[in-house]
């Protein structure tokens, strides 16, 4: 029945992020994190002083998009999700980086990967896909903590604030909007700790794949 596809989908900071990187490690697969194709269109329109709202010079750094861009370590800033989430709803954006997800995913040893529209879009024949949620304030503070320890100083009605206009946004927007795949599992981390929510992941797996 082919090679494994995990696809996980779910809004900013719902813990997805984490889980596919331990559901790789644990199935050694291959993973790829969608959001940083994004981060990294929108860091490069920054970094040419070219407005965001631009579409067709996002267009043309989608397609042009090098592996290298994936590893810089400002595409984890704050201000950088926000700016992702305006550059993801030009559907040639979502084109360009189409194919490249669809090549990581082809792979023959399987893939992990992680989005707002996996399972729905870019993978919709994975044997597994989940749908993470959490309650916003529960992801408000995790995302807090996670900048804190990058040195990042925000504040938590900032973040919330942040989260919640991105949740409206994926998911109003009408190329690809987030919504959980109609086979997905629907997984609420809100009580939750890393650990119960990978046992809980893994489980899932185990019955699907
Ligand atoms: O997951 P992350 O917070 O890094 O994603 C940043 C933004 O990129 C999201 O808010 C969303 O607008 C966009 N995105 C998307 N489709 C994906 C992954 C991310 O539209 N598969």
Redesign the pocket.
Known sequence: NGPLVIAIDGP?ASGKGTLAKRLALHYGLPHLD???L??AVALTLIDEGTDLDDTAAAARAASALSAERLSDPRLRERAM?EA??RV?SVPEVRAALLSWQRRFAEGAEGAVLD????GTVVCPEARVKLFIIAAPEERARRRHRELLGRGEETTLAAILADIRA?DAR?SSRAAAPLKAAEDAVVLDTTELDAEAAFAEAVAIVERLK
Do not use: H
């Not at 989005?115 to 996996?118: K, M, P, Q, T, V």
């Open positions: 900013a969608t959001g940083l994004y981060r999700g992702a989430s993801s989005g707002r529209d996996i991105r994926d």
